[in-house]
């Protein structure tokens, strides 16, 4: 007996870490006209029927009946539907082990030929059956190695951090708050706090206070679309002092309070 082993394939297989956070069936007319501002999780749009655009910066990208569309996460949006559309979607994240979702490095909306009839997704999304939805979620993570390949987001993808940065990344998880400072860091992984600064700015491209920052950022958005807690509860969970300096905080980064950025993200497709 002769087995080989590919000894890429399990790093490919294991190195994305997919989560659905909401899905749906959307009838959408021409009160579909809004804005979503730096959600935290990227869109997929899966569209059946009709057509619609959305704008994000200077790129204007139509959406036509049989393609597949991703709107990068972290991207500001627009749209419109002069008529009607039907489409199915999905809001999904894409972490790295930096904790960052992959596609907010992609600065652009991408559109592809969907591989299946977008009518018959729409179709297994709503049958109730078990094979065909995890055929469905099957055909999900397939556009979306599709988009990876399509923006080149491969090698971040696979990208093999030091076990150093590899530490200071799972305390950040662990710890944080915001009251996680460098100084807790390091003593955490027992160095000098200009040793950790320097090594983390020198491998990382950013200061670790910054990187701290973002993660908070990233941790607000998520419980503010993700969750029903309040403005106060998510305060006292991450340590700020009271809700008012979370909002400032916040605002300072996103550039709107945290209750008018949710209501910008919630119920909308």
Partial sequence: MNIE?????????????IEILESGYARLGRDWNHEHLRPPYSRVYYIASGSGTV??????????????????????????????MTQLYFHVSVRTGDGYDLF?????ILCLPSQQDPEILCQDYQSGDYLREALLKCCLEADLCR?????????????QHSAFLEQVFTIVRQELRSSLTIQTVARRLSVSESTLAKRFRREFGMTLGRYIDEMLVEEICRLLTATDLTVGEIAERLGFCDQFY?????SARQGLPPREYRAFLRGQA
């Fill in 5 to 17: 082993r590919a000894r890429w394939a399990h790093r490919i297989w294991n190195a994305m870490k």
């Fill in 55 to 84: 704008v994000s910066g200077e790129q204007t990208m139509p959406l036509h009946a049989g393609c597949v569309y991703l709107l990068p996460a972290g991207a500001s949006l627009r749209y419109s539907c002069p008529g009607e």
């Fill in 104 to 108: 907010s490095r992609c600065h652009q």
């Fill in 147 to 159: 988009f990876i390949a399509e923006c080149g987001l491969e090698e971040i993808l696979l990208a």
């Fill in 246 to 250: 979370l909002a400032r905080f916040f």
